[in-house]
């Protein structure tokens, strides 16, 4: 079956560093792919996604590459803030099937110290 | 426009206790979605109703129950309540859940505990 795998936890960075997340993915045919993000306490937000191959996800100064031959969506921001610390989750909804479950990677929580 | 609504935030039960989990969504979406979120697990889907009238087993459905009254609301129910059900419980909704780009939206949790 369908299944993501994202890079292990937890991550801790100085402000204004660079970060990567990655997410690499198992599907069949073409899945859509999502970058979701949870502060604390709260439910999860949508931070972008990609729909096709070589489509460049980007919001608030995150962006990720839907690679179809490394199968894979990593997550990248060339400069951290505070403001980013939370988890992360990378996700992907298949394109056949009824409405279009969506499988979750297990998260990265993400800590930025000042 | 409050999105995607859940009640109770929080709720303590004893183990064999029946509860009701309650979800709205005002986006007049068509599908929505009860996930449990466990440490180090991500979010497993319990149920899902791809529209008005239907609904389905997701990955883990045992020991829950669901109920898409309306197109609005979507309610989880566990019958008899066990400590392995201890999670926090999310709702989503999508506009067309036929669709692989369509994005989900989760309303804010409810934190369940089992004793």
């Known amino acids: 079956g369908d299944s993501v795998t994202q890079m292990e936890g937890p991550v801790t960075l100085s402000e204004e560093a660079c970060l990567t997340i990655?997410?690499?993915?198992?599907?069949?045919?073409?899945?859509?792919l999502f970058w979701y993000v949870q502060y604390p306490g709260e439910g999860l937000q949508l931070l972008l996604k990609?729909?096709?191959?070589?489509d460049k996800g980007s919001n608030k100064g995150f962006e990720a590459t839907y690679r179809k031959e490394t199968t894979s969506f990593h997550l990248e921001k060339g400069s951290v803030q505070v403001s980013d610390s939370a988890v992360y989750f990378c996700?992907?909804?298949?394109?056949?099937?009824?409405?279009?479950?969506?499988?979750f990677g297990s998260g990265t929580q993400l800590t930025v110290l000042p | 426009n409050a999105g995607v609504t859940q009640t109770p935030k929080f709720q303590v039960l004893k183990t064999g206790q029946s509860m009701t989990l309650q979800c709205a969504q005002d986006?007049?979406?068509?599908?929505m979605y009860w996930y449990r979120q466990d440490p180090g697990m991500g979010l497993r889907l319990i149920y899902y109703?791809?529209?008005?009238?239907?609904?389905d087993k997701g990955e883990v459905p045992n020991g829950y129950n669901v109920s898409r009254l309306n197109k609005r609301e979507f309610s989880l129910r566990l019958e008899s309540a066990a400590p392995s059900q201890t999670s926090v419980y999310f709702c989503?909704?999508?506009?067309?859940?036929?669709?692989?780009?369509?994005?989900?939206?989760f309303g804010p949790g409810t934190r369940l505990t089992v004793l």
């Open positions: 986006m007049n979406h068509n599908s």
């Open positions: 990609a729909t096709k191959a070589d």
């Open positions: 996700a992907l909804s298949p394109s056949s099937g009824s409405a279009r479950q969506l499988t």
């Open positions: 990655n997410c690499t993915y198992t599907a069949t045919g073409y899945p859509s």
């Open positions: 109703s791809a529209s008005e009238g239907t609904t």
């Open positions: 989503a909704s999508s506009a067309r859940g036929l669709l692989s780009t369509d994005t989900q939206y």
